[in-house]
């Protein structure tokens, strides 16, 4: 870790290049050729490591206050997408329902949502395509309804989808 401070005086960084030299060296470990120049050859690794880090494009820095304002209105909008979303689901049929069911709840495969179902495997790929089709549109239209002109096409989000049924 001392080689590492040459490059960098931010104790994380000198953490995170010791850790990928060392790593580095032991998946090199067989490019060795003389063991008494062992702290040479160890050396360059930490330098070439020591370049790399500083060639990784970092994230600007946030200040943490804006951080906390930004997850609280993540959370508000997560929460009405999930209430759009179950309002949208409960309006499908039990056939639909069930379906997206077995592959987002259950997490099964299309081919497993099939032999389960005693569907051939494309009648089971077009019915989730249509219905994700379905609910996207069903999203867009819901956030046009309460408000005087629609928004921009978005995404569900990963929060709202993994809610429950």
């Known amino acids: 870790m001392r080689i ?3 490059y960098t005086s931010n104790p994380s960084e000198v953490e995170d290049i010791a850790q990928d030299a060392l790593l580095r060296a ?6 060795l050729r003389d063991g008494q120049r062992r702290n040479e050859w160890l050396a360059t690794i930490v330098r070439n490591e020591a370049y790399r880090q500083h060639e990784r494009v970092r994230p600007d820095p946030v200040a943490e206050v804006e951080t906390q ?3 609280d209105d993540e959370r508000i909008a997560s929460t009405v997408e999930r209430a759009d979303l179950h309002a949208i689901l409960e309006s499908l049929d039990e056939e639909d329902r069930q379906l997206l069911r077995l592959r987002y709840t259950e997490d099964l495969t299309q081919q497993a949502i099939a032999r389960r179902l005693g569907l051939p495997d494309g009648t089971v790929k077009v019915r989730l ?3 994700r089709l379905k609910l ?8 046009g309804a309460d408000r005087s002109q629609p928004r921009p096409t978005r995404r569900i989000s ?6 429950p049924m």
Not at 26 to 31: A, D, L, P, V
Not at 136 to 143: D, L, S, T
Not at 158 to 163: E, F, M, T, V, Y
């Open 4 to 6: 590492a401070h040459r």
């Open 26 to 31: 032991w998946r090199r470990r067989s490019t």
């Open 69 to 71: 304002e930004g997850a």
């Open 129 to 131: 395509h249509r219905l």
């Open 136 to 143: 996207r549109q069903a999203m867009i239209e819901g956030e």
């Open 158 to 163: 990963a929060a709202a989808a993994r809610g």
